[in-house]
T-cell receptor, first 115, second 111 residues
Framework: GAGVSQSPSNKVTEKGKDVELRCDPISGHTALYWYRQRLGQGLEFLIYFQGNSAPDKSGLPSDRFSAERTGESVSTLTIQRTQQEDSAVYLC?????????????FGAGTRLSVL | QKEVEQDPGPLSVPEGAIVSLNCTYSNSAFQYFMWYRQYSRKGPELLMYTYSSGNKEDGRFTAQVDKSSKYISLFIRDSQPSDSATYLCAMTGGSQGNLIFGKGTKLSVKP
């Protein structure tokens, strides 16, 4: 596609429910990243997929968070048993392996509100 | 100390002013430096990218990196109301892997 696409754009859920967020990267981009942006804060790294390599999960804040990626395409971020502190904008980015400087292109994000 | 420090502002300037935004960092391994612009309720968009030390200019925007001082800057000349956004610095040590972001500076350019 023309850019990174994320869905849904907004999600309101009740505490304790599970949510799934979807990211469709730019076609041909082998690397995919998930970040979290809390209100008034910078972006916090969550997880990184690169081709067929094992993902870098070092940024996941707890075992309630997990993510999958199918080949070099769509990724889903799952948050189980959501808590109010999970309320944030979840941003996905993709980049082309071998491109100079790891330039990442972002989607518009999913705004998650946990009531 | 956070790896990347950025004054969150907010910063308010009149139209036409020169704007200076900056970040400091602690990790000497960082080599790739970026500035992203984020409009309200939008994703970050890449504005400037610099490798290692030096200056880079693109239209009204100039990015500077001083690795010896671990300090990067973004200058905006002849600022416009459309420049009103949050500016995020980001950096990394390698050509792949996650970026480390500053908190972002919220800029408002008044007509």
């Amino acid at each position: 596609g023309a850019g990174v696409s994320q869905s849904p754009s907004n999600k309101v859920t009740e505490k304790g429910k599970d949510v799934e967020l979807r990211c469709d990267p730019i076609s041909g981009h082998t690397a995919l990243y998930w970040y979290r942006q809390r209100l008034g804060q910078g972006l916090e790294f969550l997880i990184y997929f690169q081709g067929n390599s094992a993902p870098d999960k070092s940024g996941l804040p707890s075992d309630r968070f997990s993510a999958e990626r199918t080949g070099e395409s769509v990724s889903t971020l799952t948050i189980q048993r959501t808590q109010q502190e999970d309320s944030a904008v979840y941003l996905c980015a993709s980049s082309l392996q071998g491109s100079s400087g790891n330039i990442q292109y972002f989607g518009a994000g999913t705004r998650l509100s946990v009531l | 100390q956070k790896e990347v420090e950025q004054d969150p502002g907010p910063l308010s300037v009149p139209e036409g002013a020169i704007v200076s935004l900056n970040c400091t960092y602690s990790n000497s391994a960082f080599q790739y430096f970026m500035w992203y612009r984020q409009y309200s309720r939008k994703g970050p968009e890449l504005l400037m990218y610099t490798y290692s030390s030096g200056n880079k200019e693109d239209g009204r925007f100039t990015a500077q990196v001083d690795k010896s001082s671990k300090y990067i800057s973004l200058f905006i000349r002849d600022s416009q109301p459309s420049d009103s956004a949050t500016y995020l610095c980001a950096m990394t040590g390698g050509s792949q892997g996650n970026l480390i972001f500053g908190k972002g500076t919220k800029l408002s350019v008044k007509p």
